[in-house]
């Protein structure tokens, strides 16, 4: 599977963004998925990861309660839904993928996703 990320941009902090990782190939369903960002100088994290069929998701504590991670198999897809954006959320967005054979696994470290996205920018002002 082949996965692009989209929908980056720049807010202002308060605001709420959309991102979307578009994935390539029909065994999308089978992929758990997770969603990495990188900031200016910092290592990448894992910000949230959502299970095959989204029975099963993880949220990094900086974020929880303000992100939701979502997915659409029949469109191959999934999404980031970024509310009350912070300017320490500025960085690049990733979206990783990694074949499961189980339906509610998901993976939080870096390592263990196999396939990439590019990623998508977004800026929070202040």
């Known amino acids: 599977v082949q996965l692009q990320a989209s929908g980056g941009g720049l807010v202002q902090a308060g605001d709420s963004l959309r991102v979307s990782c578009a994935a390539s190939g029909r065994t999308f369903s089978s992929y758990a998925v997770g969603w990495f960002r990188q900031a200016p100088g910092k290592e990448r994290e894992l910000v949230a990861a959502?299970?095959?069929?989204?029975?099963?998701?993880y949220y990094a504590d900086s974020v929880k309660g303000r992100f939701t991670i979502s997915r659409d198999n029949a469109k191959s897809a999934v999404y980031l839904q970024m509310n009350n954006l912070k300017p320490e959320d500025t960085a690049v967005y990733y979206c990783a993928a990694r074949y499961s054979s189980l339906v509610d696994n998901l993976w939080r470290q870096e390592y263990e996703y196999d396939r990439w996205g590019q990623g998508t920018l977004v800026t929070v002002s202040s």
């Open positions: 959502i299970s095959r069929y989204g029975g099963n998701t």
